[in-house]
């Protein structure tokens, strides 16, 4: 399925009013710039909301540091009662300690290979290392080459394409994906991916979702069955 993008305007006007904050944007732009705190934020979003992600790493960056030499040597008690508030604290400590370890061994602490790299040997080089996982590998890829070959899928991202029916119920990962890929031209507007997500989270939701006034009713194969 492709969509018209004049839909992406309407979701963009139907969502600003969940954009984050002013403070949190800006934040956020700094920790893109830096590929291992933008690894590092992410394997701490996992399964946790975002006002938890920010709680765990903001005190992770406050009281241990984010680097991966810091990391890396840190005792894995204090990275964490650092990151606690963001749930599942002992796996993720875990995963943290371990790709810091692992970036140091293979790449001397730095991921600024990356920006050098193509999409799949990236995907393949992270991959490889325990605690990053696929859509990880993809907010790294997509952080520097965009959506197209790496659209970043999670719990509300599965949720909205299985209900548009551009995939199957029992779709996987790679498939939803791409699905959602080619749903419109995302390239055209930078932050659209970003609406189309807070469209996910707060109007097609999990229970109670608000069909009637989401932008994609007309053309969503769970809203048409309401």
């Known amino acids: 399925m492709k969509l018209p993008n004049k839909i992406l305007k309407e979701i963009k006007k139907k969502c600003q009013k969940y954009w984050w904050n002013e403070k949190e944007e800006k934040k956020y732009n700094e920790i893109e710039k830096d590929l291992f705190k933008l690894l590092i934020f992410t394997i701490l979003s996992q399964n946790t909301s975002s006002t938890n992600t920010w709680k765990a790493f903001n005190?992770?960056?406050?009281?241990?540091g984010v680097s991966p030499y810091i990391l890396a040597n840190a005792d894995?008690?204090?990275?964490?009662?650092?990151?606690?508030?963001?749930?599942l604290y002992k796996i993720k400590a875990k995963r943290i300690k371990n790709v810091a370890k692992e970036i140091i061994a293979r790449w001397n602490g730095s991921l600024e290979w990356i920006r050098k790299s193509k999409e799949d040997e990236i995907r393949e080089q992270l991959?490889?290392?325990?605690?990053?996982?696929?859509k990880t590998a993809d907010v790294i890829i997509s952080?520097?080459?965009?959506?197209?070959n790496a659209f970043v899928v999670d719990t509300h991202m599965f949720r909205i394409a299985k209900r548009l029916g551009i995939v199957e119920?029992?779709?996987g990962y790679e498939e939803v994906s791409k699905a959602l890929a080619n749903l419109f031209d995302w390239e055209n507007d930078s932050n659209a991916v970003s609406y189309f997500w807070l469209l996910a989270k707060y109007i097609c939701r999990a229970k109670n979702p608000r069909c009637k006034e989401c932008p994609l009713k007309n053309y969503c194969k769970f809203?048409?069955?309401?």
Not at 59 to 64: G, S, T
Not at 76 to 87: H, L, Q, T, V
Request: hydrophobic letters at 30%; glycine letters at 16%.
């Open 76 to 87: 894995i008690k204090d990275i964490e009662n650092a990151i606690k508030s963001g749930g």
């Open 127 to 134: 991959l490889s290392i325990k605690g990053i996982g696929r």
């Open 169 to 171: 119920e029992k779709a």
């Open 143 to 148: 952080s520097i080459y965009g959506y197209k």
């Open 223 to 226: 809203g048409r069955d309401k």
């Open 59 to 64: 005190n992770l960056e406050e009281k241990v």
